[in-house]
């Protein structure tokens, strides 16, 4: 997601997501804290096309890249808050002059749009961790926050490499430290495979040239497709 500043921000997402979750990364980035826009819109770079907001994300922009583009309210939308403002404005208790009508407060389409985008975010990163898609959205409406896919991942592969406890004669030690090991590594692969949408043979590949560390593995695999996307 390249930014107005031009920075940049990146994110993985599911197809059937709304294309709210990306406008709402763009706003809680350093560029949507500092700048707290009015509006934002979304256009993807190639094919180049305009996201609507109630519109899903598609397995076609997988490795889009989404410009964002700040809106700016033009006077009518001003002067629209401003008589909303004075109509919310309770009658003064005593025959004083009353105070003028306060200035528009714009903080509450910001906020209203945050709420919505923040809500897809949080509803998304719910259903990533496991829940159905009618719980995500109730949590993230009464404001709970999703625990980080990082974390999500770390308890699925602790569970996928946890041994299962057997009955049986126990293995002897050497066996059940070979078993162990390739479970742990293929956990690693599928992980990355999962965030980068790679193929099993390049997550291996990806994961041996970097010492087996995900997070290294993952950085790169996403810096080559950046740069592959300025040069173009």
Do not use: Y
Request: glycine share 4%.
């Amino acid at each position: 997601i390249k930014l107005p500043d031009g920075s940049r921000v990146q994110g993985c997402f599911t197809a059937g997501a709304p294309v709210a979750a990306l406008a709402a990364v763009a706003l809680r980035s350093a560029w949507g804290e500092a700048n707290r826009p009015w509006g934002v819109r979304l256009r993807e770079r190639h094919p180049p096309r305009v996201l609507q907001e109630g519109q899903a994300i598609s397995q076609d922009m997988h490795r889009s890249v989404v410009i964002v583009l700040e809106e700016v309210p033009d006077e009518s939308a001003l002067e629209a808050e401003t008589q909303a403002s004075a109509t919310l404005t309770p009658p003064p208790a005593s025959a004083e002059v009353p105070p003028p009508p306060p200035m528009p407060v714009l903080e509450r389409n910001v906020s209203e749009l945050q709420r919505r985008t923040l809500e897809a975010f949080e509803a998304h990163a719910f259903e990533l961790a496991g829940m159905e898609s009618q719980e995500a959205m109730e949590r993230a409406r009464r404001g709970e926050v999703a625990p980080p896919p990082s974390s999500v991942a770390q308890r699925r592969g602790a569970s996928a490499a946890r041994p299962v406890a057997s009955p049986a004669a126990p293995q002897r030690p050497e066996l059940q430290r070979t078993v162990s090991q390739e479970e742990r590594r293929e956990s690693q692969i599928q992980r990355v495979m999962d965030i980068t949408g790679m193929l099993h043979d390049e997550a291996l590949q990806a994961l041996q040239d970097h010492d087996w560390s995900e997070e290294a593995a993952i950085n790169a695999h996403f810096d080559a497709f950046m740069a592959e996307s300025d040069s173009d």
